[in-house]
């Protein structure tokens, strides 16, 4: 069973930065992904990273302003989230798929998720 903790969750100005930081247990394999979802939206895609390669992928909304990484020591996932806007403002959860062969901003194949870390983003 694979746990996912994340943390790095708060308040910020607009144009403010936060880094959210995501501890995954056991071995790290796969697809590691961030998604979001504002009250009374559905959850969307923020952006995933290919566990061996490292490849990144973004949604349009954050390209150029957040930044997926990992490091393999520490079994951990970071989103540094640069220039926030108010609509950037969620719940922010992380998420592990088992095969890095799926579509890497697609929920439905992300077997694990973590429990959530709200970001709010003020004007």
């Known amino acids: 069973q694979v746990q996912l903790i994340e943390s790095g969750g708060g308040l910020v100005q607009a144009g403010g930065s936060l880094r959210l930081s995501c501890a995954r247990s056991?071995?790290?394999?796969?697809?590691m992904g961030w998604f979001r979802q504002a009250p009374g939206k559905e959850r969307e895609a923020v952006a995933a990273?290919?566990?061996?390669?490292?490849?990144?992928y973004y949604a349009d909304s954050v390209k150029g302003r957040f930044t997926i990484s990992r490091d393999n020591a520490k079994n951990t996932v970071y989103l540094q989230m640069n220039n926030l806007k108010p609509e950037d403002t969620a719940v922010y959860y992380c998420a592990a798929d088992t095969y890095d062969y799926h579509s890497p901003l697609n929920d439905r194949t992300y077997d694990y998720w973590g429990q959530g870390t709200q970001v709010t983003v003020s004007s």
């Open positions: 990273i290919r566990w061996s390669a490292g490849n990144p």
């Open positions: 056991g071995r790290s394999s796969g697809t």
